[in-house]
């Protein structure tokens, strides 16, 4: 019965009402706790796409609620093939549309991939922030969800077979494109439904397998990111990650690339203090000898203004340029060849190289970088939306430098590559390949406008260098461009070993230094 009341006859339902405050302010605590705790997919700060608007868009596919209804003449194409591809995965092992035989059990197959989905709609829905799916009702949610889901598992099914696809490649860059939009920050779906779709899934080629739906899933999204590397997991004997923690695609390619990074080592032939790098060091000393003994007689006499305290502070770290002159040089770390089909469409991680993220300054002058190609297609939009996904992390993970490894990577290189003279030494120690570029001097500005465009977004997402994985390799770094020896040394270089005039100054310091010698051996003589 109503309670409560007042003067102009309106009755209050004071119970139900409370009843209903009562539910609302419990949902509204579960949801809260549930951002706070686990991972939202959310929309890319505007700060960051309005710098990179292009780099968080898909330019071919839209995947999950977040771009669905974008820009259509730009993405009819791709829509057009998930129904195409969802014909081709519910005809695997169940027969093609001939007679009503096939048909009843291709119905079958649909209905069992929303039922599957629909038992998790919720789960699946708490994915995203509430206003992005709010005007979804559940049927129509369920649908999106199954429909691009299966688009995805029978591309994966496609590529690791090795089958071709006429239909996507009809498309100019399609391939590209597509690579590219299955990462995107904003364009996901929750893992746990493609395992289920996986699951539900008739899969001939994979019968003999007997990988389970959450591990054959995985498989399959890391052999087309990664290629063999990502197929085998054969990095440092790693392992895969447990798909239960596996938010979506790009939560998964982080995982593997960061893991490998933790993983990797030297191999033992070429560990710090080979007999070859002793003897290639002992080299370079004496080639350098002549020109330390110009050192003392022409740092005194050069302006404080053009000196490396005048350019440094103690918080930067050296550009590519000054830490060569320092006498660091820049290695890549040794890997097999990929075996991945020359024909086929490279996989998405393969421009950041075979071992992503590993850094490691060894022998105190050698310090090895990843290899980074230069794609101006895919490495851009790979390196933003991988730091998007480390930014958007929920608290507190948010806030430890370990979930912030390729912030901090490309962070690293932003400082060291500010220049096109930076770019060139790291091109020529192939630490930075540039694909499809100019060459030369076009390629180099290529490099440094990446790390500019990319190095701006690890700004944002304020990483400290000194506590993420790359913290003790910047401290040496930095400790090195404080050593006098080293600073006398890049001073002199910088200002008077510039080319043209490098080798003549080498020639006559080299002269000068034999000279030297034979007047000492002379006067001995005598």
Not at 468 to 484: D, N
Request: charged share 20%; hydrophobic share 45%.
């Amino acid at each position: 019965m109503p309670r409560g009341g007042s003067g102009d006859g309106i009755t209050v339902h004071v119970e139900r009402m409370a009843r209903e405050l009562m539910q609302r302010q419990e949902e509204a605590a579960s949801d809260e706790h549930h951002m706070v705790t686990s991972h939202r997919l959310n929309r890319v700060p505007a700060h960051l796409r309005d710098a990179n608007p292009d780099a968080y868009t898909p330019r071919f596919v839209a995947i999950g609620p977040l771009h669905r209804g974008g820009d259509r003449r730009r993405l009819a194409a791709g829509e057009r093939l998930k129904m195409a591809y969802l014909h081709s995965l519910i005809s695997r092992g169940n027969g093609h549309a001939g007679n009503a035989g096939d048909q009843a059990r291709q119905l079958a197959v649909i209905e069992d991939y929303i039922r599957v989905v629909a038992v998790k709609e919720r789960q699946a829905r708490a994915f995203y922030n509430g206003e992005d799916v709010a005007d979804m009702f559940p049927e129509e949610f369920v649908m999106m969800l199954v429909l691009d889901a299966c688009f995805i598992v029978e591309h994966l099914v496609n590529v690791a077979m090795g089958k071709d696809e006429p239909s996507l490649h009809a498309t100019p860059f399609a391939a590209v494109h597509l690579s590219v939009d299955l990462i995107l920050a904003e364009n996901q779906i929750p893992f746990f439904v493609l395992v289920d779709i996986v699951g539900a899934s008739r899969l001939p080629e994979f019968d003999n397998t007997s990988h389970s739906p959450p591990v054959l899933a995985m498989k399959l999204v890391l052999y087309y990111l990664a290629g063999d590397k990502g197929r085998d997991m054969a990095i440092g004997g790693g392992v895969l990650p447990a798909a239960e923690g596996i938010i979506d695609i790009l939560h998964l390619l982080h995982a593997v690339i960061t893991a490998a990074r933790t993983r990797w080592e030297l191999p033992p032939g070429i560990q710090d203090g080979a007999v070859v790098e002793t003897a290639q060091e002992a080299a370079r000393l004496l080639r350098r000898l002549p020109l330390l003994l110009l050192v003392p007689l022409l740092y005194p006499i050069l302006p404080e203004e053009r000196k490396w305290r005048a350019s440094y502070s103690d918080a930067d770290v050296p550009s590519a340029t000054d830490l060569k002159r320092m006498w660091v040089r820049f290695k890549k770390p040794p890997s097999s060849p990929s075996r991945h089909g020359g024909g086929a469409t490279p996989p998405i991680a393969s421009v950041m190289g075979p071992i992503p993220l590993a850094v490691k300054l060894s022998h105190e002058d050698k310090l090895r970088l990843p290899q980074l190609r230069i794609d101006h297609l895919r490495t851009a939009p790979l390196l933003l939306n991988l730091m998007a996904f480390e930014q958007s992390m929920p608290l507190p993970a948010a806030r430890s430098p370990a979930t912030h490894d390729v912030s901090a990577y490309v962070s690293l290189m932003a400082k060291m590559v500010q220049t096109a003279d930076d770019a060139g030494a790291m091109t020529a120690a192939e630490v930075v390949v540039v694909v499809h570029g100019g060459g030369g001097g076009e390629s180099r500005e290529e490099t440094v406008r990446l790390f500019r465009q990319v190095g701006a977004a690890a700004s944002g997402g304020e990483v400290e260098l000194e506590r993420s994985y790359l913290g003790k390799t910047v401290v040496e770094l930095r400790e090195r461009s404080r050593h006098p020896l080293f600073v006398m040394w890049a001073d002199v270089q910088r200002n008077y070993f510039t080319l043209p005039w490098a080798v003549v100054a080498e020639f006559v310091a080299f002269v000068t230094f034999v000279s030297t010698i034979v007047q000492l051996y002379s006067s001995f003589k005598k």
